[in-house]
């Protein structure tokens, strides 16, 4: 009897776990989208050349990106892909801390100002919306099990 009861805890704990992922990697993925949202469609990444949303990167731990990605060409236009920023969120345990890093070499300046010029604190102020994206996930996920 012991050994039944043990064993449902451990997959009553393993359950747990694995919705706590899912609801954290469906934040941090709401989280992106917010930051990437550009100016034009209600958010606060400006695009000019697309540059700055392209150079998005996401890691698994300590990243220690390399900010100096620069245009080849100024006047061409980027794209971004979300597909390795997502599939980096789903490789993520629990455990892992993800780090998501703007890699174009004017994003901090861009982010907190520079030369008298005000900062568009996009990504800060997505920071403040954690809470809600932890809460927006955890209903999806909870309606899409029914719960």
Not at 81 to 86: C, Y
Not at 111 to 116: A, L, M
Request: charged share 30%; glycine share 6%; aromatic share 8%.
């Amino acid at each position: 009897m012991a050994d039944s009861y043990t064993a449902q805890v451990d997959k009553d704990v393993a359950a747990i776990k694995e919705l706590m992922l899912a609801v954290r990697n469906k934040a941090i993925e709401y989280q992106v989208d917010d930051m990437q949202t550009p100016v034009g469609a209600g958010g606060r990444l400006r695009v000019d050349t697309n540059f700055l949303r392209a150079s998005l990167r996401a890691a698994i731990g300590d990243a220690n990106f390399v900010l100096t990605f620069k245009p080849d060409d100024p006047k061409a236009r980027y794209t971004y892909n979300p597909d390795e920023v997502v599939l980096v969120i789903a490789k993520a345990e629990l455990s892992d801390p993800v780090e998501v890093v703007y890699t174009a070499n004017y994003a901090e300046a861009r982010e907190f100002g520079s030369r008298g010029q005000a900062g568009d604190r996009w990504v800060g102020l997505s920071a403040q919306r954690w809470k809600q994206n932890v809460d927006r996930a955890a209903n999806e996920l909870k309606s899409r099990r029914g719960s």
